[in-house]
């Protein structure tokens, strides 16, 4: 079993930062991918971001320019810089990984439990 912990929302100002982070923990042989999806009130959860093992990343168009993506293998986490943060960027973030265990080469997909982003105007 893989478990993911999400840190470092909270509430901000507009057109300021924060930097989520999210590790990964448990049986793991290796992470394929690794993302943050976000999901406001009434709403259907969206991707933000994602990367993969080789470093490639996908972004979605409402965050592209604005929030970066990095991971840091050895530590199994993985970040999302949120700079020139909007109202509108308010939601619930939640990371996602997926690879292999270490337990007889299963494959997993895990989510955390998400952390508040707030964004007053």
């Known amino acids: 079993q893989v478990q993911l912990v999400e840190s470092g929302g909270g509430l901000v100002q507009a057109g300021g930062s924060l930097r989520l982070s999210c590790a990964a923990s448990?049986?793991?042989?290796?992470?394929?991918?690794q993302g943050w999806y976000r999901q406001a009130p009434g709403k259907q959860r969206d991707l933000v971001a994602v990367i993969t093992s080789h470093g490639s990343t996908n972004y979605a168009d409402f965050v592209k320019g604005r929030f970066t993506i990095s991971r840091d293998n050895a530590k199994n986490t993985v970040y999302l810089q949120m700079n020139s943060l909007k109202p509108e960027d308010t939601a619930v973030y939640s990371c996602?990984?997926?690879?292999?265990?270490?337990?007889?080469?299963?494959?997993?997909?895990?989510w955390g439990q998400g952390t508040q982003v707030t964004v007053s105007s």
């Open positions: 996602n990984a997926e690879g292999v265990t270490g337990v007889a080469g299963m494959p997993f997909r895990s």
């Open positions: 448990g049986s793991i042989f290796r992470i394929d991918a």
